[in-house]
């Protein structure tokens, strides 16, 4: 038996009972966004939610492409050929959700004022999120001025839970999870 395989089933067991729909690690550009957001309409079409519940999911699931499309920061490593830009999408579904997770890498100096957002979108309940929102837009109409992770509490109606997993002074691995009730 070839041990590449058996790593192959381990892999393959865990995402089963995981639930995992959809998982990628890579790369990210405009086919690949777009490919993956074809995969979402597929698994959202065989879901067996409601039409509104649908439109919800699917939502969530670009903002947060569109998002990690946007501000993965690809760094090279200390060595030359060393160049951290893979980011991570994950589609898993319990009895009752769906759960989305994405990485991407960002500047530490970025970290600040990414929490304190989450943080404050956190923290608001749903009219609060709304008149956040179009706080938001009013100051900034033209370029949307960030409202990727309100829309996404907003549209999922769930905190969002991240992370920040350094992986050197001035790099690290944002984590950002949600959670769609089915």
Do not use: W
């Not at 200390?78 to 319990?94: A, G, L, P, R, V």
Request: proline share 2%; with cysteine; aromatic share 12%.
């Amino acid at each position: 038996m070839n041990p590449d395989n058996s790593v192959i089933h381990e892999i393959y067991k865990y995402m089963n009972e995981k639930g995992v729909l959809i998982s990628y690690l890579g790369d990210f550009n405009f086919e690949v966004v777009n490919s993956l957001l074809a995969s979402v309409k597929k698994v959202v079409n065989a879901s067996g939610i409601d039409f509104q519940n649908k439109k919800r999911f699917y939502a969530v699931a670009a903002e947060c492409l569109d998002n990690v499309n946007r501000y993965n920061y690809a760094f090279k490593g200390e060595k030359e050929s060393e160049t951290h830009s893979k980011t991570y999408f994950n589609i898993s579904q319990t009895a009752d959700c769906f759960v989305i997770q994405t990485g991407n890498y960002i500047q530490a100096s970025q970290v600040a004022e990414l929490t304190a957002k989450l943080e404050k979108v956190n923290s608001l309940d749903k009219e609060g999120l709304k008149a956040f929102y179009r706080d938001k837009l009013a100051e900034s109409p033209a370029k949307g001025g960030g409202l990727g992770v309100i829309d996404i509490s907003i549209r999922s109606g769930c905190k969002i839970l991240y992370e920040f997993k350094p992986v050197n002074e001035k790099v690290l691995f944002f984590i950002l999870q949600t959670t769609i009730k089915k």
